[in-house]
């Protein structure tokens, strides 16, 4: 494999959730092939003004030839039901009454940890029964039925994408996620991030910009190839928690500060979740970012997005 991922003669690439960590990554994906990036704004909040805004964006792309790049989620592990709910109903109504042109592809992101959070066997692959713990991951399942009905309706091929967890630039600081970026902001700050889990709990992480090749290059292959495929997005190289701690000291000789408390939410957070993707093998040379150089541009990233300076110590172990 040579060169970057062709979004397909530039073909419109309609990005919903776009300023997210994952969207925000497709969006310079697609821009960097010359390819065209379309985005709506969808006000979550209201169900009815949310799937009137989703058929209005609908109407950017052509009869024929276009992509959908589905990265919108408000919710997180520890999600109340009724949260999540409210983005399901919009997903529903939209697909819906949507009417897609032909030539048309989408992907749908959705979380490897919440579907296979009680699944045994690690690691765990698309053969594994997906068992979700947690009405999040119970939410994803859905999510993911709904875009597979909207296929099996439409003939639209579809690509099902769940990802391990994702780091790197971009990610909300306001949003209780994204290990590694909170641990940057500890040590760049001083104050202590409050761990709710084991130091060690496993997980897989992808480095954002990795993942948007990914689904890009993956969904012109799902737009020729036709139907509904499901992949594991996963770097296939997991760390525990105090694995983590231990790069961001060794690239900034120093420990970021941390308290393990206890939480309610822990309940839905399991020790190992272990990923070995065995579909679309042609995809995983685009897992380029060392784990390293990925923190060195999450510590970069997270003193930008704070306005904290960036001691020499971190720099240098970029």
Not at 231 to 248: L, N, P, Y
Request: charged share 20%; aromatic share 6%; net charge neutral.
């Amino acid at each position: 494999m040579t060169g970057s991922p062709d979004p397909g003669a530039r073909t419109p690439t309609w990005v919903i959730g776009g300023s997210g960590l994952l969207g925000s990554a497709v969006r310079r994906a697609v821009a960097t092939t010359g390819g065209e990036v379309l985005r709506t704004a969808v006000p979550w909040g209201d169900t009815e003004a949310a799937i009137a805004a989703l058929l209005a964006g609908s109407r950017q792309l052509p009869e024929s030839g276009w992509r959908l790049v589905w990265c919108a989620g408000v919710g997180v592990v520890g999600s109340k039901a009724e949260q999540l709910q409210t983005e399901l109903d919009v997903v529903r109504g939209f697909l819906d009454a949507w009417q897609p042109g032909a030539g048309g592809a989408i992907f749908a992101a959705s979380s490897a940890g919440g579907v296979y959070a009680g699944s045994s066997g690690t690691p765990f692959t698309e053969d594994t029964v997906p068992a979700a713990l947690s009405p999040y991951g119970e939410a994803k399942l859905q999510l993911e039925q709904l875009f597979s009905d909207f296929s099996g309706r439409t003939d639209v091929p579809l690509l099902l994408g769940r990802i391990s967890n994702l780091y790197g630039p971009g990610q909300d600081l306001g949003k209780s996620q994204g290990l590694v970026s909170m641990l940057c902001r500890a040590h760049l700050t001083g104050e202590p991030l409050d761990i709710y889990v084991s130091l060690d709990t496993m997980r897989d992480y992808l480095f954002v910009d990795d993942a948007a090749a990914m689904a890009v290059a993956g969904l012109e292959e799902a737009a020729a190839r036709g139907g509904v495929m499901t992949k594991i997005f996963a770097s296939g190289q997991s760390h525990t928690i105090a694995g983590v701690i231990g790069e961001i000291r060794r690239i900034t000789r120093r420990r970021p500060p941390i308290v393990t408390v206890p939480s309610a939410t822990s309940r839905f957070q399991v020790s190992d979740l272990r990923f070995r993707s065995v579909a679309r093998p042609d995809l995983a040379p685009y897992i380029r970012t060392g784990f390293g150089a990925g923190i060195a541009a999450c510590l970069e990233a997270v003193a930008r997005q704070s306005r904290l300076p960036l001691s020499r110590s971190s720099a240098a172990g970029s």
